[in-house]
């Protein structure tokens, strides 16, 4: 059988690097997309060194359209699409009464809307192969909500909700839809915590230390496996034991 071809965004750093890694790793072919062309070239070259294939797409998730060519291009150059991992996110923190409706807007698009657009652009190829394994990146702020995340909270609460009605909708074809939720994990978007931060943060983690992208990647390696089809709509906390 040809190599189960997986998307997966934001994949030029963080989880989403660890992710690609992972997914080539389980032998699949991974398109790693995000902005970042030169991270991408560095990835995919450290997959082909390790053996695996992978190969680099630049889309900027903010644009809808550009979203939409870009599931439809892979999915045409490939003649299917088995995996889509939307991991791609961005923060723009900030307490209610200061959040601007920019604010808002830029984490809802990047966050929730892309991720629909991407779904929607992969139900055709999913529906065609009979097979699909969707898995969204939500947060632990997306269960829980979290101070000063109104809009990433919100976005995440919807990528729930969104994964959900996937999962209903195309369970019955051999397609599941889950969400993966991590804690803190250790990557650029957690770079604003000094090391007290951590040291803090980590007295309040059952297992006493941040996540690493590795830890994420095990998570989405298992629910995209051909073997995970009887998994659907639910969501996979992975925080090291962390109370809210
Ligand atoms: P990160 O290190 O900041 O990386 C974000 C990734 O998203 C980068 O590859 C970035 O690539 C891509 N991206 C951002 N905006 C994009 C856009 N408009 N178009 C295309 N790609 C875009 O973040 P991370 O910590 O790995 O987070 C990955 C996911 O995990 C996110 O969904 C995040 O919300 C979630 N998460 C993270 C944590 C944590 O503690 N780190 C906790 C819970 C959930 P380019 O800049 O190259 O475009």
């Not at 006493?208 to 073997?227: C, F, H, K, M």
Request: neutral net charge; aromatic residues 4%.
């Amino acid at each position: 059988m040809e190599k189960r071809v997986a998307i997966v965004t934001g994949a030029s750093r963080g989880i989403g690097r660890g992710i690609a890694m992972r997914l080539a790793r389980d032998g699949r072919h991974v398109v790693a997309v995000a902005r970042n062309a030169a991270q991408l070239e560095a990835l995919c070259a450290e997959i082909a060194a390790a053996g695996g294939s992978a190969e680099a797409r630049t889309c900027d998730l903010a644009d809808g359209q550009a979203v939409q060519r870009m599931v439809e291009e892979v999915s045409e150059k490939h003649g299917r699409l088995d995996i889509l991992v939307n991991n791609a996110g961005i923060t723009k923190d900030g307490l209610l009464m200061r959040m601007s409706d920019a604010d808002f807007d830029d984490v809802i698009n990047v966050n929730l809307r892309s991720v629909f657009i991407a779904c929607r652009a992969a139900a055709r190829p999913m529906l065609r192969g009979k097979f699909g394994r969707i898995v969204n990146i939500g947060s632990v702020s997306g269960v829980e909500g979290n101070k000063g995340q109104a809009n990433y909270a919100a976005a995440k609460a919807g990528l729930i909700g969104l994964t959900k009605s996937v999962a209903k909708e195309l369970g019955s074809k051999g397609i599941t839809a889950n969400v993966v939720a991590p804690g803190f994990v250790e990557t650029d978007m957690t770079a604003f915590l000094g090391p007290d931060d951590k040291k803090k943060v980590c007295e309040h983690i059952t297992v006493g230390r941040l996540g690493t992208p590795e830890d994420i990647a095990a998570a989405v390696s298992y629910l995209a496996a051909d073997d995970a089809g009887y998994v659907t709509g639910q969501v996979l906390v992975v925080d090291g034991g962390l109370p809210m």
